[in-house]
């Protein structure tokens, strides 16, 4: 049975840093690209930044010099550090699998909340 499980949802003020992490468990994590999404009220969930099995990286623009993803294959586990972070940065942030060679094996976690205000 597949899970992903992302923890470190918080409120946070703006300017702070936050670290969200998922924990995959029932994959041969190592050959799955693993990425950050998002989705605020009322808008269509967003690529945050993605990290594939080679290591290489993808961002959004907005993530772009705030945001870092990163992948420990030993311990199964993505983490996406948030700095900088604004009130527009508030959302469901999402965990997503997907199969290196197939690309319609994919995965999702279930979220964690994050709301930057003041």
């Known amino acids: 049975q597949v899970q992903l499980l992302e923890s470190g949802g918080a409120v946070v003020q703006p300017g702070g840093s936050l670290s969200l992490t998922c924990l995959a468990s029932g994959i041969t994590f190592s050959v799955y690209d693993m990425a950050w999404y998002r989705q605020a009220p009322g808008k269509q969930r967003e690529l945050v930044a993605e990290?594939?099995?080679?290591?290489?990286?993808f961002y959004g623009d907005f993530a772009k010099g705030r945001f870092s993803i990163s992948r420990d294959n030993a311990k199964t586990m993505v983490t996406l550090q948030m700095n900088n972070v604004k009130p527009e940065d508030t959302a469901l942030y999402y965990c997503?699998?997907?199969?290196?060679?197939?690309?319609?094996?994919?995965?999702w976690g279930q979220g964690t909340q994050v709301t930057v205000s003041s």
């Open positions: 990290i594939y099995h080679d290591h290489d990286s």
């Open positions: 997503k699998a997907t199969y290196a060679y197939n690309i319609q094996s994919i995965y």
